[in-house]
């Protein structure tokens, strides 16, 4: 199952769909934008990340988009696994090194 | 190459105890950071260091303070403990080096009780 547009706080999708999660950053002047996944008992794991002067960047299954009309992010999961299971968070960064985390969304994968 | 390593995994206090928190960064990253992290708050940033200078800072009490050494190593600090200080506190390394992507990548967490 796919959910565009809103953010969520839980994501179920099946083993082999595609998932989508969003996020609203806060900051129109922000620069830079992370995803991270976080499992039970770790740190959040870096996933994927684009600069404000991108709309789209793709990685190994995953691929970005970033609306700056609208302050949103999105991450796209092809062929969701079950070790996709886990909470997303987005991240944006405003010049300097802090990063600004958004709400996680947790995706739980059923096989 | 190693992780970020943080020390202790786990901590138990009591209200008005004051606890350190310590953070090895990966070998060669010149900047940590450090954030909360609680079920109602989320990731919140506290501070961030970079050649032993505080260069950065979140809005938290001042009893929240840290230190980084010349090794680029970290330690955080909380003084008279409350109970709304229970979380977990991560630490966050990154090269800082112009032209770099500078990820920050972060430790598995401290998880701090305080009872």
């Known amino acids: 199952g796919e959910n565009v547009g809103l953010h969520l706080p839980t994501l179920s999708v099946q083993e082999g769909d595609n998932s989508i999660i969003n996020c609203a950053y806060s900051n129109s002047a922000s620069d830079y934008f992370i995803w991270y996944k976080q499992e039970s008992g770790k740190g959040p794991q870096f996933i994927i990340d684009i600069r404000s002067n991108m709309d789209k960047r793709q990685g190994q299954r995953v691929t970005v988009l970033l609306n700056k009309t609208v302050k949103h992010l999105s991450l796209q999961i092809a062929a969701t696994q079950p070790g996709d299971s886990a909470v997303y968070f987005c991240?944006?960064?405003?010049?300097?090194?802090?990063?600004?985390f958004g709400k996680g969304t947790t995706l739980s994968v059923s096989s | 190459k190693a992780g970020v390593t943080q020390t202790p995994r786990y901590l138990i206090k009591t209200r008005g105890q004051q606890v350190t928190l310590s953070c090895s960064p990966i070998?060669?990253?010149?900047?940590v950071s450090w954030y909360q992290q609680t079920p109602g708050q989320g990731l919140q940033f506290l501070f961030e260091y970079f050649s032993e200078t505080q260069r950065n800072k979140g809005n938290f009490p001042g009893r929240f303070s840290g230190r980084q050494f010349s090794n680029s190593r970290s330690e955080m600090n909380v003084s008279t403990l409350e109970l709304g200080d229970s979380a977990l506190y991560l630490c966050a390394s990154s090269l800082d080096r112009a032209g770099a992507k500078n990820i920050q990548y972060f430790g598995a967490g401290t998880r701090l009780s305080v009872l």
């Open positions: 070998s060669g990253h010149r900047s």
């Open positions: 991240a944006e960064k405003l010049g300097g090194t802090a990063l600004i």
